[in-house]
Each structure stands twice: as structure tokens, then as C-alpha cells.
């Protein structure tokens, strides 16, 4: 005999947290072997422990003052309303002391896995004030900022289709470029964005909130150089996904409805290559329209935001733009940065400091505590250290292709590679250095120098990394009665930029 059963009721229930966290310099995940409490930030005492699940991603149940969210639908009428989330800190350690252990700030209960945004990549800012997480204008301020844009148009391939004549302005908050009427030839103006950036794995998003009429032209450009870019074109009634690579020039459309196309959006996919247009009617939830391989290098990319006419238009209208946003795509983990004892394995370098402040102190001198170290190497994403309380660190990540792999020539032995690096510290001297390091205020800090030299002379920009050896990087004392060698210091030495 079997019994039969009703279901009666069906309660579901929400957790509040879930993060997964990443090797930063590999990308490998990290799913085993971490310490990882919440509190609520106002009260360290009501911990609570998150487990990983089967997926390796750390779980959250329940938490102090979460009990009514725990309890919610979880669907997307519950994320909708939900407006009142609770502050609450984040401390992760390891139990095996692979990695540094940090802490951040977090409101919850947050949808999905918790995100990241790495800083992008100025790739035309020699020392940027601190590393700059987003590129953005609201245009609310009514002023042009001369730091971030500056006027002119991506146009090609005619030289002379800049026309200062068409008016741009930021007005009511937001860019307004009117066209001129009744203008044959090219005529169009805009923002040009006053630095270059790098596009991988990163998205560059804008509201179209008004396009120009007829067959005025309203675009959004990232440009490599006048031969190879993307671009919106929204003309006549339809927006275009037109692309340029060697001069070659390909193209999609679709018919412009104003709902679903107010938000454009350029995206580069690390994983796949592959570059994006998207469109969105609320900035957040997007819809591809073209999808297209990667045709040139994404490193150094200029931003366009413009309107004009090719042709006589009676009454073109005018654009408006609003929320443009460049920033690093979020992704779904938390990095962890190597702790300073950690030793590579095998196919691995490692770059090796001991970051000291020399001006603390009455001129004694402290660790840099919790310093960030920038390496790059070239067709690399920039690789980033984070100092322990005793401004020890390591940097620990494969070793770069070998040069002239793939040419006609063979290239040197593996054995006897090397590759150039370029460094930049960004530091924030500390009174009193706290247990753990808020993850996001180590992005935060500004710039600093390190010095080759004792007397601080001569900055130090760039280091070779032979394989095989570890790339340790000091100061040196300059012995007298040169042409003596230098006598190398144990620390490297840092100070913040002036």
C-alpha cells in the first residue's frame, strides 16, 4: 500500500549572499580553503560563517537583521521593490595563507553572484591619480571638462567633416549637438574623448535620449584610428551596427524603436573574443543586435559621441545624450591577491618587493603597508599586487608567450626569454595600520613612486623578467668611486607622488 501526498504549501527560501572568489593573477577559482564572515557593519560581534557549495561559491543562509528578506520571493517583483538594503562587511582569510586576506563592504541581500569591477586601462595617462575604475559623464554639471573630452568627430574618411559650426553643449543635463540645416557635404561635431582606453573586457554604454530627424546622423564611436572602429548610426528610421576593420567596412540594421534602442552599448568578451552592440531600454537588462570577432587591437581606443549630415537636411533636430559609462565589465567573483610567502608552480614567475616608505617616522621610515603594485606586459592585462601590513609582495602569474613565437625565424631558446615591465605604485601612508585591508580603498589611494636609487632620483619604471628567475625588485645604494656596482638595499623604495 502507498501512501499519496498533497503539497500543500511551498516555502522558498532567499540567500542573502553568495560569492565566488578568483586567483587574480591566473583566474583560476578558488573554491576550498577560505575563511569567509559577514557582519552587519554596525555590529562586528553578529558573525555569521558562509560555506561553499557544491559550485565552490561561498554561501550565506541567514544573517543578523536579514530574516524578512530570507523570507522573500526571490523573484523579479521582490528585486523590484526591494529598496532597503542593510550595510554589511565582508572578511575573508585563508586557512592555507595562499592569499592575502581583505575585507569590503557589501549592502544585502544582493541578486545573483556578488560582482567585481577591475579599474580600466588609461592606456594614454602616464601616471594616473589613482587607478581609474570608470570613465563616465552624466552631463549634469553643464560645464565641459576639458580633463575628459574635447570637440571634433571620428568621421571618415573626409578630412574636413569637423565643423565647428555645429552646436554642442551641455544643457539640462545632459550633451546636445545640434546639426546644421540645409548643409551639403560633411558637417558634424561632438565629444571626442581626450584620452585613449583599453577595451578588453570592458563595456562602453550611453542613452541616446533624443536622435537627430531625417537623415541627420546621431553616433557613438570607439575608434582605433580612422581605418578601424565600431559605431552606432541611428539615420532615417534606422539604427545601424556598422564596424571598420583595415578600411573594410561591414554593417547591420535593424528599425529604430525609441523603448528598447534608448540605451546603446559597445562590449568586449574576454572569453570569447568577440565585441558586442547591444541595446536597452533601462541601461541594466541588454539585447544583442551584432556580434562581431575581434578584428583589430582593442588597447587604445578612442571614445566619439556625435551628430551631423552628410547631405542637405531641412530641419535635422538635435541629439542628446545622457550616462555615457566606460567601465571593466562586472564579473561574477571576488579576486584574491598572493600572499607574499607563496611560491609559484611550475610554468609560473613571480615578482618579489618589499615596498618601504622612507618619510614616516621623523625620517625612520615604515612598510608600505597595503600598496598596490601595477605590472604590465605587453598584450597582457595589467597584472596587480596588493602589499601585506609589512609592505611585502608577490605578484605570481604565467610567464608571457615567448617573443617571435609564430614568425618565420625561430625565436630564442625558452630558457633564455626575457620580457620588459612596467610598474606603478598607487600608496596611502598610514598611521595606524589596520588587521585587514578594505579591498576597495586599496584601489582607492593615489599614485606613488618607486625609486631605483637610495637619494631618490631616479624613478623606477620598468624591470626585465627572465625566465626562470625570480624578478626581485630593490633600491640600490650608489657605492662611491664610481664605476663601482651598486650595492642593492633590501627594500624597494616608495613615496607618494608629489
Known sequence: MSASFINLERQSVLAPLGVSFRDASTGETVGDGLDVNIYPSANPTARTRAFPNRSGVY???????????????????????????????????????????????????????LTWVWPLEASTVAQPAKPPVRFRDDFDDSLFDASLWRLGTLRTPQPGAWDEAVSVREWNGRLEVTPRSRQSGEHYNGYVSAATWSVRGARASVEAAQLTLGAAETTFTL????????????????????????????SAAVAYDPAPHRFWSFRHDRA????????????????????VPRPFPLSAMTVELGAGTSTSVVTPGAALFDNFIFESSPIPFIPLFSAPTRSPQGGMAVLRAELWDPLPRGGEGAPAAYALLEASLAGRQTLRAVADAKGRVALVFPYPEPAGAGGTVPPPAYTSQEWEVRLRAFYTPRGEVPPLPDLPAVFEQPAARLWSDEARTQPLTKATLRFGRELVLRSHRTNAGAPLEPTPLPVLLITPAT
Open 223 to 250: 575608434a582605433l584610428d580612422p581605418q578601424n572602429w565600431f559605431r552606432f548610426v541611428a539615420r532615417a528610421g534606422q539604427l545601424m551596427f556598422r564596424s571598420r576593420a583595415a578600411n573594410v567596412e561591414t
Open 272 to 291: 570569447s573574443d568577440q565585441v558586442s552592440f547591444e541595446t536597452s531600454a533601462d541601461g541594466r537588462t541588454w539585447a544583442r543586435q551584432r556580434v
Open 59 to 113: 554561501v550565506v543562509h541567514a544573517a543578523s537583521g536579514l530574516q524578512q528578506a530570507t523570507h522573500g520571493a526571490g523573484d523579479r517583483d521582490f528585486w523590484a521593490g526591494l529598496s532597503d538594503r542593510k550595510a554589511f562587511t565582508v572578511e575573508v582569510t585563508d586557512e592555507r595563507r595562499r592569499y592575502l586576506p581583505f575585507r569590503f563592504g557589501v549592502g544585502l541581500p544582493v541578486r545573483g553572484p
